[in-house]
């Protein structure tokens, strides 16, 4: 019984088939998902879906991607979603220093009114981190002092995921852990202290081994967990339970 704590079936790619793939991930044991927003529109499209399957929860917020595009009443508006039943986080938000599609100093303003906004509300946050990890850590220490969070797929230093630890945040390992060039990423899954890890599949990115290359679903969260199971040498089912169990303690599910 595993959750899948990162995931976005609200993407075009799932409208043919969205009701067979929460089933297969029910089928395969995944009793939970939460579906992340990335915008203003997938956030409230993440909401729908809260209300469409009984075992779907959601995060709303605004990508660094689209940090160029956030308007003011977007603040006040993700902040009145918190209040809803079965919004559970403020995410994914962050830095992306890879693609640069919003302006750097755009992407850190937008990032702090939306910790900012989780402190307020009370609700964890969801961090998206690429190639900015300095600066994450740099703005967490001094704009998310004391307020719960994860950083999903996770892909900083050791040196950074014990930083991260000693915050009281979380790490989430999603499908490079599969990949044979995972390089870091299976240290870091073996060590992290076992109520401090989440496990995610990020669909439809990141498929993980075998099916690399083609469309992710939440049922292969099950793939992602038994491959951090075997580095750590436990049993899947304590993996699921302590994963689940943290999922519950985070997300106040």
Not at 77 to 105: C, F, M, N
């Amino acid at each position: 019984m595993l959750f899948d704590s990162h995931a976005h079936i609200d993407d075009e790619k799932f409208d043919n088939d969205r009701d067979q793939v929460v089933a297969r991930a029910l089928e395969n044991g995944i009793t939970g998902i939460i579906n992340v927003g990335a915008c203003m529109a997938s956030s409230a499209r993440s909401i729908a879906l809260t209300q469409k399957y009984e075992n779907i929860y959601a995060a709303v917020g605004i990508h660094p991607h689209d940090a160029k595009d956030a308007l003011e009443d977007d603040y006040e508006q993700l902040a009145q979603w918190t209040k809803l039943h079965k919004v559970v986080a403020i995410g994914e938000i962050g830095l992306d220093y890879y693609y640069d599609l919003s302006p750097r100093e755009v992407q850190r303003a937008v990032f702090i009114r939306q910790l900012d906004i989780a402190r307020q509300t009370g609700v964890p946050f969801i961090i998206h981190d690429r190639d900015a990890h300095g600066e994450i850590l740099d703005i967490l220490r001094k704009e998310a002092k004391g307020v719960p969070g994860v950083l999903h797929c996770f892909s900083g230093s050791l040196e950074m995921a014990r930083e991260v630890l000693k915050m009281g945040l979380y790490i989430s390992i999603a499908g490079p852990i599969t990949f044979k060039n995972a390089a870091k990423l299976p240290e870091i899954a073996a060590t992290v202290p076992l109520e401090r890890l989440l496990v995610e599949t990020d669909s439809p990115y990141l498929t993980p081994h075998p099916h690399r290359g083609k469309r992710n679903e939440p049922a292969y969260v099950k793939l992602v967990a038994q491959q951090v199971a075997d580095l750590r040498g436990i049993e899947l089912s304590a993996l699921a339970k302590a994963t689940r169990e943290n999922i519950r303690s985070l997300f106040k599910i």
